[in-house]
């Protein structure tokens, strides 16, 4: 099936239609960079999102949980980098609640109309002078083109900003899906969806088309195993990941919903647009030099598969010989062996891209050398079949480089 | 209470009587290093034992495992180091028995009185050659006090050997406990103990007291949770790890059993040099600057006091953290609340040694340069405390540094 989408040149969260953002300096961030961007809507906007499984969850995602249970549409979103209001306590409840007002107040939208995020330091509380004056300079900096300011605003160890939109049509008309994010760090996510029963990553995706509240969650549900939650950097799930989808309906196409003949093809996109931004951030994850697609099958179920593909990813072992080009197989088949998941020793089988590296749960034969070569690369595949089941996951994730330990030992000095 | 025993000065695992041992070059490092280690007992000695709980344990693992389901006394055990013989299939499975018969014939001794430990690579076959020449430079360096030598020779990136020995009176008689240990790198041993239902690293622990096969297991799996079962480094169980006591009876006291009135003092002088020697280990893991004492309480129950303290202790963001004195607790919150255990966030309290840091779940207000001198040390204990029950668990870990990476990304080549 070709992709029945086209992605839109240096697309971002402002292309498509009815969207407009910023990004601006409060004066969160010592390094004086951009800090506080602002997404606003020209028209309510149905949202649906997945947030932090995490038990310490930040105060501005216990706010937009809670704003968002009430299902009512959105107008804006208020996201501030360099703080990240977690274990804040009542008053951090009450910091995130301020910022909402303050957006609303000065964008003179009604109560209960903006969403807020905030990434950074865990344990300090939100300037709010600082934000008080953010909102006015992002009042007045909103513009059509500013999805990429507000993505390089939400930046905190990223090294570049992430942005993406792509256009297909429904009923005819042309439809965009935007989006940003940023990771780079404490990038695990395991989020639970909203309104099903339940990263610091921040997504958001937004879209001119008309989509029912309970169809855009349902796609947000279903890009999230193929996307945030298949990722991980450094196996630490953020106490403030928020992925928020928002469709603001100025496409005035019918309401899509699962039985729109197009649902299919904005699926399709929706999840293309959350993966590639997921994939961006593993990229540009912290210290990372290597980016590694790990498919574990044959696991006796997908669940097993996953646990197994985590265990791998986050191994420290497995990470440093990536970093350091070392074929060594036997540290991957290690972090599988203590992963806790069925499998069968003598029918594991691993493969380095094209190259068979194990066979019968042992070495292939294949001389060291070119073992190598198959991962001395910017980008490769590894698979593990398991010999034991029907069950696959794939997970995305990294190698673990000195400036891994030197950005994250120096964070906060 | 007192403890009724006396460490033993420069003691080692041939400080008991009736214990000779060796460590000897085979080849098998390139560095040229003493890589064969023999240990031998003049009678045979009772044994107990706990083993890796990895799918993919080791050919000698698998070995002994069998071995000592037979229940009979051993008479020494043969160590190599350079090579894990682990995901080697058929072949190493006949290379293990081969190992232990190569040594049953060099020291004329019965078939099933050698047990065999490899650590060193995964999935390369064992050199049978060098193993036969090294069993009989060993037997021929056989020597009362060549525990030190042994403990050299079972070191893979460990930077020191680790030994002890204690003294204690048993029916009014001097009995010892010996042992050594290695380390240094995928230490996060998990061992099953045998005989119950079912890490590399190494230990091995040695009495001239008579003891009863049933207490001498029952003191090992007793001292596990105390010792090398709660200990961490890189959070890479491995394929090899292993723990065994032997006990040879040279001492002559009345068979130590449960009901023994010095049992007590039996245990828990086994159970000092267990501890002693896995924080040791921790003390020399790869890479390692800080030794952290990581107490988690006001758990539900015990599993999960664990459960958080390993989310903790194997946070790379925790342990890089440490790395750089760096107080920020936010990331130990975080990982105790994706650990997936209940907890009362209002209600967590955390102290670095005798400061505090977190009271009800937010900064304590003790200024930022203190709560960094608290941690700026070689070793330091962190008390976690979630405020949901009465469950804890002490974990033993260290940070992550960038030698670790280092040590980790140039192992192989």
Redesign the interface.
């Known amino acids: 099936m070709n992709p029945s989408f086209l992605v839109v040149a240096d697309g971002h969260c402002t292309s498509p239609a009815g969207w407009r953002a910023a990004g601006v300096v409060c004066g969160l961030k010592r390094s004086g960079a951009e800090d506080l961007a602002l997404l606003l809507s020209d028209h309510p906007a149905v949202a649906a999102a997945a947030f ?6 930040a105060a501005p995602v216990q706010y937009d949980r809670d704003l968002l249970a009430a299902g009512r549409p959105v107008r804006a979103v208020l996201v501030n980098s360099g703080c ?1 209001n ?4 009542p008053k951090g409840l009450e910091d995130a609640r301020a910022m909402a007002r303050l957006a609303e107040q000065t964008l003179g939208l009604d109560e209960g109309e903006v969403l807020i995020s905030s990434t950074g ?4 509380h939100l300037p709010m002078e600082k934000i008080q004056r953010g909102v006015e300079l992002a009042k007045a900096a909103l513009a059509p083109d500013g999805g990429a300011a507000a993505a390089r605003a939400i930046m905190t160890t990223d090294t570049r900003p992430k942005n993406l939109a792509v256009s297909l049509i429904v009923d005819g008309r042309e439809v965009r899906i935007g989006g940003m994010t940023k990771g780079a ?2 990038i ?1 996510p ?1 989020m639970k969806p909203l309104r099903e029963p339940q990263a610091t990553m921040l997504a958001y995706l937004t879209t001119d088309a008309v989509v029912t509240p309970d169809f855009l969650q349902l796609c947000l549900n279903r890009s999230l195993d193929a996307s945030f939650n298949r990722i991980t950097v ?6 403030n990941d928020t992925f928020l989808a928002l469709a603001n309906g100025a496409a005035g196409n019918r309401p899509l919903d699962a039985r729109h003949p197009d649902a299919a093809a904005f699926q399709a996109a929706f999840t293309f647009v959350a993966g590639r931004l997921a994939r961006e951030m593993v990229l540009d994850g912290e210290g990372v030099t290597r980016f590694v697609e790990l498919v574990v099958s044959g696991a006796k179920d997908d669940a097993e598969a996953r646990k197994c593909a985590e265990s791998i990813a ?4 497995v990470k ?2 990536w ?2 080009a ?6 991957i ?6 992963s806790g998941v069925a ?1 069968n ?2 029918q594991v089988a691993l493969d380095y891209g094209d190259t068979p590296i ?1 066979r ?4 292939s034969g294949v001389p060291e050398a070119e073992q190598a070569e198959a991962i001395r690369k910017r980008e490769f595949q590894i698979r593990l079949d398991l010999g034991a089941g029907p069950g696959a996951f794939t997970i995305w994730t990294c190698d ?3 400036d ?3 950005i ?6």
Do not use: E
């Open positions: 932090t499984a995490n038990a310490f969850a990240a977690a274990c804040t306590g330091r865990i344990g300090v760090g404490m695990a395991r450094d196996g630490d799930t953020s106490t986050n191994s420290l072992l440093t010989a970093f350091g070392d074929p060594n197989w036997g540290r088949l290690c972090a599988a062996g203590y499998l020793p003598d194990v019968h749960g042992q070495d673990l480089s000195y891994y330990v030197k994250n030992a120096d964070y906060h000095t």
